[in-house]
């Protein structure tokens, strides 16, 4: 039941009404018994800055933040975590009682939670990693990436600047590459990491040839509609292990739904399904 006392957070986005966050959240709220609520926030015609500086203060406990606020959301931000300066972007942003805003960034754990549970053999530390794309998602792979200790990130970008940028921003580990020039990071690569906007695969946005990479290399596609895209499904086909973006969405939400309601989201709730159910898969 909805009372006076009832704690809530949310999302915003731009789209926000097809979010599958609410979906996640509200079922764990339910199962920890939290007197609490999450729900989409359209920042509509006011904008994305209103909205954050009309929860300042703590009206709403705080909120996750999606396309295409990412990067704007640290910027309005008091206080950010290492893992948000990192990234350059945050996607938890925090409204304490003191009235400041603090930014955090959990889509880097998100990422790793997500290899954890669908290819756990794999590790960071092994060799080379390829991620695909030099936006917000690809710097904040990046950023966890080295955290996880990743001897080498090749950041293979449509527009090279913007994979420089990264490189520049985060160390000589980084080595930024042009799109047509993929193969020269694919073929040593343990872990291939789409972040990406555009379709991946036969027929998508970007034909790669992810024939070139070696045997076991693992392929993350973060785009999850539909969960296995045609790049995931180019990928197994290849007897390649892969692992999909819907289970990095689960990976960080559950350190966002900590910092929103103060515990860690209860074990036994089938979220993945509950999302897949949802989105009718
Ligand atoms: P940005 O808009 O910041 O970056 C988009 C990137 O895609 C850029 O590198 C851009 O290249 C590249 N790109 C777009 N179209 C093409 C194309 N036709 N050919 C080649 N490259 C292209 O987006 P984000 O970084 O915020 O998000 C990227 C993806 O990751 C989105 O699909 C998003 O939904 C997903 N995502 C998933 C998450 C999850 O939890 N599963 C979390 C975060 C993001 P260029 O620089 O040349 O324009």
Redesign the pocket.
Known sequence: MITGKTAVAGVTGNPIHHSLSPILHNAWLAAAGIDGVYVGFDPGAYGFERLVNGFRGGAVRGINVT??F?EEALRLADEATEAARRAGAANVLLFPPTGRVLADNT?GL?LLRAFEVQAPNWSADRGPVTVL??????RGAVAALLLAGAPQVWVV???VQ?AEAIARALGPKVKPLP?PHAVGALRDSTAVIN????GVGPGG??DLPLETTPDGCVVMD???KPVVTPFLEQARGLGRPIVD??E??IG?AAPSFEAFFGRWPPAEVDVRKLALEATGQ
């Open positions: 396309l295409p990412k889509d998100g794309g030099a936006g917000g998602a690809a970008n449509r527009t913007k799109l972040a990406t906007s555009a946005g970007l973060m785009f999850y973006g819907l990095m969405l960080q």
